[in-house]
């Protein structure tokens, strides 16, 4: 299968981000496919809005799209909604700002540092292996067992921090 990074960095202000959202919805297809779940229409739509910019999403904002978009969702069914997405790898929770941003290498597991930019809110995410394994050798220090590594930065991006100076 072809697995295509969909933005490792922030993006360009001329990137094509429907292709971006396409590319996402069709990994996704093929991520379930081969987990053997179901990406039902209301979990696709929901990870839709959650691609529609490079920024973390609430569940209440989802909720507000989709009530706007006619469906008679209520706050559980996009939690649960929520929910899929992320035992599928398809999203993260951005923890720090009870939000959610979708996942760029749903196949390459969760091991991600997400870099937050504090003046635009733009977030990347960057899956690095070195980062991981020095969790696991600090826990193994003081015999902690790690549950999930995500880790949150915050700072600015090269945009805005051109736009500073």
Known sequence: MARKTISTAFPSPRHDHAACVDEALAQAERVCAEQGRRLTPLRRRVLELVWQSHRPVTAYALLERLVQDGHRAQAPTVYRSLEFLMESGLV??????????????????????????????????????AISRGIERGADRIGFTVESRVVEISGTCRACSGACN
């Open 92 to 129: 993260h929770r951005v923890e720090s700002m009870n939000a959610y941003l979708g996942c760029n290498q749903p196949w390459h597991g969760h091991d991600v540092g997400i870099f937050i930019c504090r003046v635009c809110g733009d977030v990347a995410e960057l899956s690095d292996t």
